[in-house]
């Protein structure tokens, strides 16, 4: 096998320890703000109809035209690895009766996207999302940022800052367009190829455009919200107006549009500095979304994980190996006495005690170099002279001290509060 064969494919990784006890300590802090705030789980699956992302994203959309790994079933359907949680969502929400028009969902799961893979970018990346569905309202949509810094300040990570604006309503886009075009006209001929078909087919798109030469050009454009009617902008003002309530520190960013097209209304980043160049960390914006042939409602957002998890490890919140580490491995030699200890080891775990053994037959230095890796505090032996006489020798790794006893008092040893 060549040492390729043994990685995963680029952009992807395996993610274990001591990583992983940082991701189940986001994931279980995510949980429980989420329940605080009345939201509940929906698993939704990997792979949908290529079309419930298509219509939902939108087919201008860099995620659509570049970024989807689309494949095709054997009934010859065109399917697609999702490339983030919300369309399949409300493909979900759309499936039921009236009350999932209003649903509180939230899912933690990976993402695919065929994006050049470099430091904080992935093909396989993994995001927390919620989606609250119901019709527009600042107060819905400043609560929904509350619940994603909510989130982020459970897991134990500050010092973000984020960024606000408006995509205004559907019946403005075509202003909004036609505003863009019209600013961005007298500099077409210095636009990268993609943003000059971009200002012919949706010139919203040149405003992520991620080439040093088109930000210059975008970043002297009129606010997108001056092409909008008067509503939108007070849409957005109150939104403002809450989150200072909340006393959540947020700055208009007039020209962030953020990259898919079923945004309405509010639309916002957030950044950290600890992430360098890839430094957004979380997004996330109100939608109208066509799904079944209805329209719905809501307001959501999606934060990294990975990015996350190198947030706060810069932040020096590192991963707790210590929850994994055995209280007790027990060593045994010969076969009688291992299945006498193989006995034991599951009467500890019955009792709720993180145990560990060997049991492959290996010699007593063995073991005991084994429990020594697994950094148990205390071990178990039983040779023939306990076996003899009925009882365990309890071993304290740290001062060396042992002792025998019987097999309640050991049990008691472990478990008494
Ligand atoms: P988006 O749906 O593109 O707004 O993404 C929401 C968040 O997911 C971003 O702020 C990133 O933290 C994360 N994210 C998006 N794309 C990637 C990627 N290719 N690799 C790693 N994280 C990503």
């Not at 957002?301 to 996350?308: K, N, V, Y």
Request: charged letters at 25%; hydrophobic letters at 45%; aromatic letters at 6%.
């Amino acid at each position: 096998m060549s040492a390729g064969e043994t990685q995963p494919l680029p952009g992807m990784s395996d993610l274990c320890a001591p990583e992983v006890f940082l991701w189940q300590r986001i994931e279980d802090a995510a949980r429980r703000v989420f329940h605080r705030y009345g939201f509940t789980e929906v698993r939704t699956p990997l792979l949908e109809r290529l079309s419930v992302f298509t219509r939902a994203i939108g087919e201008g959309t860099d995620v659509v035209q570049k970024e989807m790994y689309t494949l095709q079933d054997r009934g010859g359907r065109e399917i697609a690895l999702r490339p983030e949680g919300t369309a399949g969502v409300l493909r979900f929400a759309a499936d039921g009766g009236p009350e999932r028009a209003e649903a509180r969902l939230y899912y933690l799961g990976p993402m695919f996207r065929a994006e050049r893979p470099q430091a904080g970018r992935k093909r396989q990346f993994h995001q927390i999302g919620a989606e609250a569905l119901g019709p527009p309202a600042p107060a819905a949509d400043a609560e929904c940022i509350a619940l994603q810094l909510h989130v982020l300040r459970e897991c134990g990570l500050d010092g973000f800052a984020l960024q606000v604006n408006t995509r205004g309503l559907p019946e403005e886009r075509a202003a909004v367009s036609a505003g863009l075009r019209a600013a961005l006209q007298p500099r077409a001929h210095e636009l990268c190829e993609d943003c000059r078909r971009r200002l012919e087919t949706n010139p919203l798109r040149t405003l992520d455009c991620k080439q040093d030469g088109c930000r210059a050009i975008v970043a002297a454009l009129p606010p997108v919200s001056s092409f909008m009617g008067e509503a939108s902008r007070a849409y957005l003002d109150e939104t403002m107006r809450l989150l200072d309530r909340l006393e959540i520190p947020a700055r208009i960013n007039p020209l962030l549009v953020r990259g898919l097209d079923y945004y309405i209304h509010t639309v916002w980043e957030l950044t950290h500095p600890a992430l360098g160049a890839q430094d957004a960390l979380a997004g996330g914006g109100r939608y109208r979304i066509e799904v079944g042939g209805r329209a719905l409602d809501g307001v959501g957002f999606a934060i990294g994980m990975e990015r996350l998890a190198l947030a706060l490890q810069a932040a020096g919140v590192t991963p707790d190996a210590a929850a994994a580490r055995p209280r007790v491995w027990l060593a045994a030699a010969g076969a009688a006495q291992t299945s006498d200890l193989l006995v034991l080891l599951q009467a500890l775990r019955k009792r709720g005690v993180s145990a560990g053994m060997d049991l492959s037959g290996r010699s007593m230095k063995a073991q005991m170099r084994a429990a020594n890796r697994a950094g148990a505090p205390w071990v178990v032996i039983r040779g023939e002279a306990e076996a003899s006489k009925g009882v365990y020798l309890l071993k304290d790794m740290a001062g060396g001290a042992q002792r025998e006893m019987g097999l309640a008092e050991l049990l008691q040893h472990f478990t008494a509060p």
